[in-house]
């Protein structure tokens, strides 16, 4: 069995030869540091984060950066196109070429960082404009630093530090969030895009049933008073902002051009269903629109069905999510 090289990654062919689809590990991961002198010291308006709206990966960090209230400390730069060069800039919600460098590609950057640069040029990308240089395009490791390496910058009161049971990382729950962060990432996260880029039945179908019985397991889990209203109890935590950077796509998309098409969320998982309108429509003004202000709904459906080369995009479901 050959397994893709990230070279030959292109839309519509994305599984091995086998048929199933399997995610190369990001290679860039350094790491920003609170720690002043470390080999990337947590900086105000040193970094800046690469993101394409579509990519739930990147999408966390968006929403943590908000939370965090880092708006004005790390720089956030949109690519609003892919084609097959890959991320790009259009000009249509993004700027029309990076603004600092003057390209047209997200390669572009990837090869001023690393000249004989020859993998997946992949979003998100944190880069640091002294060192001008991609500090990393691990997209969970990056998550790690937004939610406490630049908390210097940031109030008292949000920091993880004094947030105690409220942090994204609570210590009394380590245990459990790695854990569901490793079955989510696996049936869940990953587990969309292994249904989606399959090549054969028996790939598709390898992903499919495990992808809907994990989704089960996480109903299941939110019909304990212990895991409400959020997954593990009365403060959002990490497992939520991974979860619904995936379940907010799922019924525009998910469901449709990636063919995870057994059960939608909106009629077959009412407390999931609750948890991601919770979360989006945010009734009390907890979150300062950091989960509804991050989502697009109309590019999810465009750019996936540009993922699996189709020139159609599915219309529905409409509305693109129910109220409350």
């Known amino acids: ?69 880092l708006e004005d400390i790390i720089e956030v730069v949109e690519l609003d196109k892919a084609d097959e060069i890959g991320w790009a800039f259009s000009g249509t919600t993004g700027p029309d070429k990076d603004p600092r460098y003057g390209f047209t590609h997200l390669r572009d950057l990837y090869l001023k960082a690393f000249p004989e640069w020859n993998g997946r040029s992949s979003v998100p990308v944190l880069w640091d404009t002294k060192k001008e240089t991609i500090v990393s395009n691990n997209a969970s490791e990056i998550l790690e630093m937004v939610y406490s390496e630049f908390d210097v910058f940031i109030p008292e009161e949000k920091r993880e530090a004094t947030k105690g049971e409220a942090r994204f990382l609570p210590l009394t729950l380590k245990n459990e969030l790695d854990t569901f962060r490793d079955f989510a ?45 959020y997954l593990f109890g009365k403060n959002i935590t990490d497992a939520d902002i991974r979860l619904f950077s995936t379940l907010i796509r799922f019924d525009v998309s998910y469901f449709s051009s990636f063919k995870c098409n057994l059960k939608m969320i909106r009629y077959e998982y009412p407390r999931l269903h609750l948890w991601l309108r919770n979360l989006y429509w945010d009734p009390e003004n907890k979150f300062n629109g950091a989960f509804r202000d991050t989502v697009r709904f109309q590019l999810y459906k465009e750019q996936y069905a540009f993922a699996t080369v189709s020139p159609v995009y599915p219309k529905g479901p409409i509305p693109h999510i129910l109220p409350l």
């Not at 690469?50 to 929403?63: D, E, F, N, S």
């Not at 049936?187 to 019985?213: H, M, R």
């Open 1 to 69: 069995m050959t397994v893709k090289n990230d070279t030959d990654w292109k839309p519509g062919s994305f599984a091995d030869d086998d048929g199933h689809f399997r995610r190369p590990e990001a290679k860039i991961r350094n790491f920003v540091s609170a720690v002043p002198d470390s080999d990337f010291p947590a900086e105000a308006n040193r970094y800046v984060l690469y993101v394409h709206y579509a990519c739930p990966w990147a999408h966390r960090i968006l929403i943590v950066r908000v939370l965090k209230g």
């Open 185 to 229: 990432y696996h049936n869940i996260n990953d587990g969309v895009y292994k249904v989606g880029f399959a090549s054969t039945q028996k790939a598709y179908e390898d992903s499919l049933f495990p992808l809907f019985e994990a989704l089960d397991k996480v109903e299941e889990q939110l019909a304990d008073p212990s895991h409400q209203p």
